[in-house]
């Protein structure tokens, strides 16, 4: 799955990331267009996990 693709799937799944991380706020979840990797990269500060790893649970939610 591309960029794109996890930017689409983003708005169906940050719902769940919030349930599941509960550090995580809104303005975490927030992303400008074309900023999808930089908000990765803030999540993956508060969730230890890598931006690999965080691509592949969109994925799989």
Not at 15 to 22: I, L, S, V, W
Not at 29 to 34: A, D, F, I, R, V
């Amino acid at each position: 799955m591309n960029t794109e693709q996890l930017e689409g799937k983003w708005n169906q799944v940050k719902g769940k990331f919030k349930q599941k991380y509960g550090n995580i706020t809104d303005d975490d979840l927030t992303y400008s267009e074309g900023k999808f990797d930089e908000m990765l990269g803030e999540i993956q500060e508060k969730t230890g996990k890598s931006k690999e790893a965080l691509k592949k649970e969109i994925e799989s939610l």
